[in-house]
């Protein structure tokens, strides 16, 4: 490659870079009293519920992404002890009093919730074996729909014996809808009219027939950025939903799904439905769609003795792992990467430049996909996914830059020893590259939440690692060595001595 | 040209098996140390509001009284959280959370074992403080409390991830079979499995403290950096096999001469990996990441070992197992030309 052409590209290639590092690391404010802000795709990057960073304009006034919510349901009959308190305090003696006789504190003088004598606890203060059983079930069905999501970092927790709290990830989309819709407890029921009041219930739900007998499952669906909830309906289902919307194309009536006392879906429905399958997008995502069917699948085992759980104490969680730990990652990263520099600058001298460049290229690449890839986020996992292939591709840049070195050894010239040593190593750095790249994505594919991202991270980062190894660092170098006439020396190798005889 | 650990496949092989056998029942009976994600913990909650409860530097003071209270109960936290409040989660109508901009909780969550007596007494204790102390304009809306708490287990992510690696291993070497052929992939499977076995079996024995998520994420390691020792010691068995002397060599001889070549590789790539995986460690010793990072540590040294003492001892009778078979089928396609030939 000629002298200016190399010079041409060698700028080109650090714009591009310069261009790419500023985009992707700096923020920074401006305008009057610094009145916008500039955020780097890193400080955008989707954080999970262990990390957690301010960002973005309103950075001051707690824009933050990370970090997640929590909220603790209550079943009837238990009320948290600080709103008991809330509630007597301001009470005349004799309702203060009235109100004391009606409540227990649990587990004792300590406790943290007050049952409700006659609903909760027996009027001797001891627990009702029925809302043992009760609250057993609601906590089991909580757990299920928390599940349902596979969300990392989503988790349940049975707090003090008798409230459940549910922590769901800020990253989540929709995380108060479905902190709400996980309260409803009760039976679905799905009912037809022309307004809500005089809807009926479209499946005569009897000794002899079961909701199962007419619902067979709620699914989440989801196709391209279309999600949607669907309902498969059995035959006997099918018919009595034919049955209640076979007036719909005179009159419309609407679709009302409940789960117990509240309607969470109204459909309108102009013609008569006799299908099998039913699908209702709306304006979900994929993970308010999960959350939606999640309680409809758990409510058609539903009962009308299911307790009701009220949402409240809710708080926001800045992380998980500590306020820092994200900063403590990138410096992580940054003592790492110092060291990686130094080792290559050390022993290939200008060299190293060729790796600084591919190395930062394929950085940035990460971390734009890490902000544009909707299921990505910043995680402790993802980001030693992305070390690991960080090595990976240090060590594949090593092993072309001393295959070159040995050939060069042996008395070929520059451009002879780098395609030569280049042929020598590109299957077997292929075939390194391409048995990670397809454990990565085979457990990515295969896994759920946490580890499903660190792996896909992983694979990304391979494939990444593996075309800046095979292509964009050999394209480096000969951009950057065309710019040197010292070849040999501007990649610190040297040629084999050989002794007169 | 003989190495010795490559004569000591048994003693390798009983080393990962009890190793194994052994976390497979822990794992079985105890399952996973998973204290980090405090299945059982006691929380310390102090709700305050800023405006009706708190003059200025009150938040501070309500810390310092709260430690003040737990030293004198002679008990010590494991996290101090500050926790905003929201609007409760009621309505279908409203978008997102939302901060009430008042509510406050400081959470201290403590181990389980923490005893409910000398929670009661540091409640005490600090109520009494903040009943005495002006810096609380309402101290009735400063409202203490503690609970025991129950993690519900999730274990989908678990069974999930472990049929993920375990499918992700055999593809992975089925592809390692199509290049190196049928010995190296066999070879490299066994690899594989035991050393994601043997990352999990360690964790199960020594009880090391992980989060719930982990165990799969380590397994998965483990699998990903043996695949790639063993592949280093692929790729040189398939170019010794091109050497014109390598038929003159026996497995044990060939496995021997590859594993010299290779060693210092493996030993850097490994090496390079725990080192990295330290730093990251060291990085973060005082947050939450540590543990993930440090555990790290473990499926990375799983790789190094097999790809050092067990893989090559065990290549060297799959290799001799295979040489024979494939000297045979030459054998016998060499007397069936002859017949051929002799027919003709």
């Known amino acids: ?501 | 040209m003989n190495n010795k650990r490559l004569q000591l496949l048994p003693l390798w092989a009983a080393i990962s098996a009890v190793i194994i056998i052994a976390g497979i029942v822990l794992m079985a009976l105890l399952g996973f140390n998973t204290a980090l994600d405090k299945p059982s913990a006691k929380t310390f909650d102090v709700y305050y509001n800023v405006v009706v409860d708190l003059s200025e530097g009150g938040e501070d003071k309500l810390k310092d009284l709260c430690e003040d209270a737990f030293a004198e109960a002679g008990i010590s936290y494991e996290q101090a959280e500050v926790l905003e409040g929201q609007t409760a989660p009621v309505s279908l109508n409203q978008s997102g959370f939302s901060s009430t901009g008042t509510d406050f909780l400081l959470r201290y969550t403590f181990a389980g074992d923490v005893s409910d007596e000398k929670l009661a007494s540091a409640k005490a204790a600090a109520e009494a403080a903040i009943d005495g102390d002006e810096v609380f304009l309402t101290p009735a809306e400063t409202y203490v409390s503690f609970d025991t708490v129950t993690l519900q287990p999730m274990n989908e992510a678990m069974w999930r991830g472990a049929v993920g690696v375990a499918v992700a291993a055999v593809v992975a070497l089925i592809y390692v079979a199509i290049r190196f052929g049928l010995g190296c992939a066999l070879t490299g499977l066994v690899a594989c499995v035991n050393d994601a076995f043997l990352t999990l079996a360690v964790l199960a024995i020594a009880r090391i403290p992980v989060y719930a998520f982990a165990p799969m994420l380590y397994a998965a390691i483990a699998a990903v950096v043996s695949a790639v020792l063993w592949l280093v010691r692929c790729m040189k068995l398939r170019d010794a096999a091109k050497e014109p002397s390598a038929g003159a060599l026996s497995a044990e001889e060939s496995v021997a001469q590859v594993c010299r070549e290779t060693d210092k590789t493996v030993w850097l790539a490994a090496g390079l990996t725990l080192a990295v995986v330290l730093v990251a460690a060291l990085c973060t010793l005082a947050t939450g990441a540590m543990p993930v990072f440090a555990a790290a540590l473990l499926p990375v040294a799983a790789g190094l070992y097999s790809s050092m003492l067990l893989a090559p001892a065990l290549h060297v009778k799959v290799k001799a197992k295979f040489d024979a078979m494939k000297k045979k089928h030459v054998r016998y396609e060499g007397k069936k030309k002859a017949k051929a030939d002799a027919e003709a």
């Open chain 1, 1 to 501: 490659m000629g002298k200016k052409k190399s010079v041409v590209l060698l700028v080109i290639y650090t714009l591009l870079i310069a261009v790419l590092c500023f985009i992707c690391t700096v923020s920074f404010s401006y305008g009057t009293d610094n009145l916008y802000t500039f955020s780097s795709v890193m400080r955008m990057m989707e954080k999970d519920a262990d990390l957690g960073l301010a960002y973005g304009a309103n950075a001051d006034a707690g824009a933050y992404l990370g970090g997640g919510y929590s909220a603790v349901y209550y079943p009837e009959g238990v009320i948290s002890a600080k709103e008991y308190d809330d509630n007597i305090r301001d009470m005349s003696e004799e309702d203060a009093a009235d109100y004391a006789a009606d409540y227990v504190r649990y587990p004792g003088e300590n406790g943290s919730v007050y049952l409700e004598k006659g609903v909760a606890a027996n009027e001797d203060g001891t627990v009702q074996d029925s809302f043992k059983e009760a609250f057993a079930s609601a906590l089991s069905v909580v757990t299920e729909r928390v599940a349902a999501l596979r969300v990392d970092g989503a988790r349940v927790e049975n707090t003090g014996d008798y409230a459940i709290r549910v922590f769901l990830p800020a990253m989540m989309d929709g995380e108060y809808s479905a902190m709400t819709i996980f309260s409803y407890t009760g039976p679905f029921d799905l009912r037809c009219g022309t307004d809500e009041a005089s809807a009926e219930s479209v499946f005569n739900i009897t000794s002899k027939y079961s909701m199962h007998d007419y619902v067979s499952s709620v699914r989440a669906r989801s196709s391209g950025s279309a999600a949607y909830v669907e309902f498969d309906f059995t035959d006997l289902g099918r018919d009595a939903l034919a049955e209640a919307t076979a007036g719909a194309a005179e009159t419309a009536v609407t679709l009302y799904f409940y789960v117990g006392d509240t309607s969470v879906i109204s459909l309108s429905v102009s013609e008569t439905y006799d299908q099998n399958t039913l699908y209702i997008s709306g304006s979900y995502t994929a993970e308010t769609a999960s959350a939606v069917a999640a309680v409809f699948s758990t409510a058609l085992d539903g009962t009308e003795e299911d307790l009701a759980l009220t949402a409240g104490d809710a708080y926001f969680h800045p992380a998980l792992y500590g306020e820092n730990t994200v900063w403590m990652l990138y410096i992580a990263f940054g003592v790492l990467f110092v060291a990686m520099m130094a080792f290559f600058f050390i022993r290939y001298r200008r060299l190293g430049f060729v790796h600084l460049y591919t190395y930062l290229l394929f950085l940035f690449a990460m971390i734009l996909c890490g902000w544009g890839i909707s299921f990505v986020y910043l995680s402790v996992e993802s980001f030693l996914a992305f070390l690991l292939a960080s090595v990976l591709l240090c060590v594949s840049d090593a092993v072309c830059f001393e295959s070159a070195r040995k050939e060069y050894a042996l008395g070929k010239t520059m451009a002879s020893s780098v395609k030569t040593g280049y042929k020598k190593v590109f299957w077997k750095l292929f075939d390194l590259h391409v048995v990670v790249a397809l454990i990565a994505f085979l457990v990515a594919a295969i896994s759920i939440s946490a580890l499903q991202v660190a792996a896909f991270v992983l694979g990304l980062a391979t494939v990444f690692s593996g075309v800046a190894t095979l292509a964009v660092n050999r394209f480096g170098w000969a951009v950057m060595m065309g710019t040197s006439k010292k070849q040999g020396a501007f990649c610190n190798f040297k040629r084999e001595e050989v002794e007169d005889e």
